[in-house]
């Protein structure tokens, strides 16, 4: 059996904590402004020398069981209220689910196909412009 240096574990342990506090702050902030994540997911990554096409594909791969995290808070909170549209499980209302569901599957591998294909410059480069004008809506929404 290989033994670790002091040096060696000290630093995968700051790595192990380093992980566990970007993706609580990540997973914190993702919250309160009800998104996936992937935004903050896919820069933490490459910030961590992780390939920015691989980052985008595990950042989708994540989307998932957010997704259903998030799915389970909304049918859990919203479970029992009155007033709420026919269709509806909790604060989940199933045909747009539905209707989510359908058009991100048919829509996924041209994403996919599209980000293997561009170039990494351009690729961030895009992914960039997509987050300036995320920050601009989000600003707007703000001060309106």
Do not use: D, E
């Amino acid at each position: 059996m290989r033994r670790m240096t002091i040096a060696a574990a000290v630093a995968a342990v700051l790595a192990g904590a380093g992980m566990l506090a970007g993706g609580s702050g990540i997973g914190i902030v993702s919250s309160l402004v009800a998104a996936g994540g992937g935004f903050l997911t896919i820069p933490f990554m490459v910030f961590c020398n992780v390939a920015i096409h691989q980052a985008v594909g595990t950042s989708a791969a994540l989307g998932f069981p957010i997704a259903v995290a998030g799915a389970i808070g909304y049918i859990a909170s919203g479970y029992g209220v009155g007033g709420l549209p026919p269709w509806s499980f909790g604060y989940i209302y199933l045909p747009a689910l539905v209707g989510v569901v359908v058009i991100s599957m048919l829509v996924a591998p041209l994403g996919a196909r599209t980000a293997h294909a561009l170039p990494v410059k351009q690729l961030k480069r895009g992914f960039g412009v997509f987050l300036a004008l995320l920050a601009l809506q989000m600003l707007y929404r703000l001060l309106r």
